[in-house]
T-cell receptor, first 113, second 114 residues
Framework: DGGITQSPKYLFRKEGQNVTLSCEQNLNHDAMYWYRQDPGQGLRLIYYSQIVNDFQKGDIAEGYSVSREKKESFPLTVTSAQKNPTAFYLC????????????FGPGTRLTVT | AQSVTQLDSQVPVFEEAPVELRCNYSSSVSVYLFWYVQYPNQGLQLLLKYLSGSTLVKGINGFEAEFNKSQTSFHLRKPSVHISDTAEYFCAVSDANYGQNFVFGPGTRLSVLP
């Protein structure tokens, strides 16, 4: 079955620690995205990558970092510089071909105390 | 750049009643339009999309949407809702150039009451 996996589903960290969220896709999609969602809020774009070894900042990139060393993988690191890291994080991917929608993973809920 | 407005942040409706969730967009170029559904603590799932052709688009779970270019709208409708339709619904727009510049609306919470 093709799709996007995000692990873990729930993640707990102490304040001041960096944490990396995993996102893997086997859809052979070129583009991948990270969004943040807060309670009752819409989606805010953190980072996106159109191709391997290249990525761009989204609307709220401060305190986050990413890498895109493989087409299938786009991990997101939430650094200690992110002031309010507790949120629901969604990863998505999109083909650059004939399918124009974004496909989403199940999300990771990060709680920092 | 595109933008999306979903005027209703919350829509309560009784079971088996019809519902319309409104979406308006702004763009200087041709667009593709999408509706997604999000159940609690889950990712987003595509309901339907408009790329070209017929302005009435049918999607999964009995939903449909109509593209109105003159009113820059893409409202989502269902003739009879079920309790299981309770969820958050997001409208999204991208430009018609290979679907770049994907923008989501703020979402509408649909609550179906028994």
């Amino acid at each position: 079955d093709g799709g996007i996996t995000q692990s873990p589903k729930y993640l707990f960290r102490k304040e001041g620690q960096n944490v990396t969220l995993s996102c893997e896709q086997n859809l052979n999609h070129d583009a991948m995205y990270w969004y943040r969602q807060d309670p009752g809020q819409g989606l805010r774009l953190i980072y996106y990558s159109q191709i391997v070894n290249d990525f761009q900042k989204g609307d709220i990139a401060e305190g986050y970092s990413v890498s895109r060393e493989k087409k299938e993988s786009f991990p997101l690191t939430v650094t200690s510089a992110q002031k309010n890291p507790t949120a629901f994080y969604l990863c998505a991917s999109k083909s650059r071909g004939t399918s124009y929608e974004q496909y989403f993973g199940p999300g990771t809920r990060l709680t920092v105390t | 750049a595109q933008s999306v407005t979903q005027l209703d942040s919350q829509v309560p409706v009784f079971e088996e009643a019809p519902v319309e969730l409104r979406c308006n967009y702004s763009s200087s170029v041709s667009v593709y339009l999408f509706w997604y559904v999000q159940y609690p603590n889950q990712g987003l799932q595509l309901l339907l999309k408009y790329l070209s052709g017929s302005t009435l688009v049918k999607g999964i779970n009995g939903f449909e949407a109509e593209f109105n270019k003159s009113q820059t709208s893409f409202h989502l409708r269902k003739p009879s809702v079920h309790i299981s339709d309770t969820a958050e619904y997001f409208c999204a727009v991208s430009d018609a150039n290979y679907g770049q510049n994907f923008v989501f609306g703020p979402g509408t919470r649909l609550s179906v009451l028994p």
